[in-house]
């Protein structure tokens, strides 16, 4: 059944609650006393998630490539930009590096503090290597301290 209910953080909400009648009761005077609604809960959660951490919005790529054991902010994923916000543990760049280097034989050129930048310098590598009419399709790559493309 359904139940309006209003939680202790003063908020309303309707809750879809299963089982005996006194169970439910229960259950409704525990939100009454105890209970955060879900909005409430997704902001406790955000703060405790950000202890220690910075907040950085970055592309679901870089999230998933080199974050993915970090916490996101809920309901933060763009998907039109394909961004998310991910709380990064304070010093954890210091530790993963990614590097512009030579695909075909992992000879590093420069490093890069994100992927996104990564790219950019790529473009702007591959510009200059047309001006120079030496250009290569496919020549640049990002890899990883052990040399694995990030790409």
Known sequence: MKYNVKFSCGHEEVVELFGKYADRESKIDYYQNYGVCSACYR??????YSIGCEERTMSYREYKTNYAECKTKPE??????K???VYVPKGKNKD?????????????ITEVSTIEEGLAVIKEYEKSDKAEDIYTEGFYDLIDENRISVL
């Open 43 to 48: 902001e406790q959660k955000a703060i405790e």
């Open 76 to 81: 933060s994923y763009d998907g039109i930009n």
């Open 83 to 85: 961004t998310i916000v």
């Open 96 to 108: 993963h590096h990614i590097y512009v280097a030579c695909k075909e034989t992992g000879d590093r």
